[in-house]
């Protein structure tokens, strides 16, 4: 199964891209998690990038597009993937689509998780999430038994550095410019598949169970 999960920061690609990838049987990829990571452990792609992401730009193309070759490449990516936050420029919607097609290999499919602007905000505002597992909860919608931990594995929650209002506010503004036109390129592909993300997230799950399993049926493929 390769799918990439489409949308505006605080859509809930990260909670459903987990859910899908363990159904499925494939890695989540996040470019924003693998980033993190780099910018945590200080490496040299970490120190470059930490400027975009604290001010909520995109990170150069070129880097992004490096590190997501070097993750493809790992053996468990053979059976397939879930992409989350990755492409997000045309320029890497063209070199994904490339890479898989020197390969003989397509996307199965994209989502596309459609939320209202202003209900971006608020999600975005009152997101924390578990640094050990990578749970999001919600400070009012989805709160976590006790207060400030995780729930499945007692990690300390963070409010991310970029989910702060003026942040927010560039970050939806670089997803407009920036990662909109890819709807269409889907679009044009025969690719996108739309899901209203606006409703709980059961919902969100089960509509995506029932477009997505079918397509998991028929890409069988292993390579
Ligand atoms: P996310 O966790 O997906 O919201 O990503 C957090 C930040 O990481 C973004 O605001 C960007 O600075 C950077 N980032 C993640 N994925 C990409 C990508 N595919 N291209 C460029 N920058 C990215």
Redesign the pocket.
């Known amino acids: 199964m390769r799918l990439v999960l489409l949308g505006a920061?605080g859509a809930g690609?990260?909670t459903q891209a987990g859910v899908l990838a363990r159904r499925y049987d494939v890695p989540h990829i996040?470019?924003?998690?693998m980033?993190?990571e780099h910018g945590q452990l200080g490496t040299p792609l970490g120190r470059k990038?930490a400027r975009?992401?604290q001010s909520?730009?995109?990170?150069p193309?070129d880097l992004?597009l490096e590190m997501v070759e070097e993750r493809l490449a790992r053996a468990d990516a053979r059976r397939g993937f879930v992409c989350?936050?990755?492409?997000?420029?045309l320029p890497?919607a063209e070199s994904f689509a490339q890479r898989l097609a020197s390969r003989g290999l397509a996307l199965d499919g994209v989502v596309l998780l459609e939320v209202p602007f202003q209900a971006l905000i608020r999600r975005l505002c009152l997101r924390r999430v578990c640094p050990g597992c990578g749970a999001v909860y919600h400070l009012e919608d989805r709160p976590p038994r006790q207060v400030g931990r995780c729930d499945a594995d007692g990690s300390v929650l963070l409010h991310r550095e970029?989910d702060r209002e003026e942040v927010i506010r560039e970050?939806l503004e670089?997803y407009h410019q920036q990662t909109a036109p890819l709807v269409e390129f889907y679009e044009e592909a025969g690719l996108l598949l739309r899901v209203d993300s606006a409703r709980p997230v059961e919902l969100i799950r089960a509509d995506l169970y029932e477009i997505l399993d079918p397509l998991s049926e028929r890409s069988g493929d292993t390579r």
């Open positions: 920061p690609k990260g996040s470019t924003g998690d980033l993190r990038t975009f992401m909520g730009h995109l990170v193309d992004v989350d936050g990755f492409p997000r420029t890497q970029d970050r670089v």
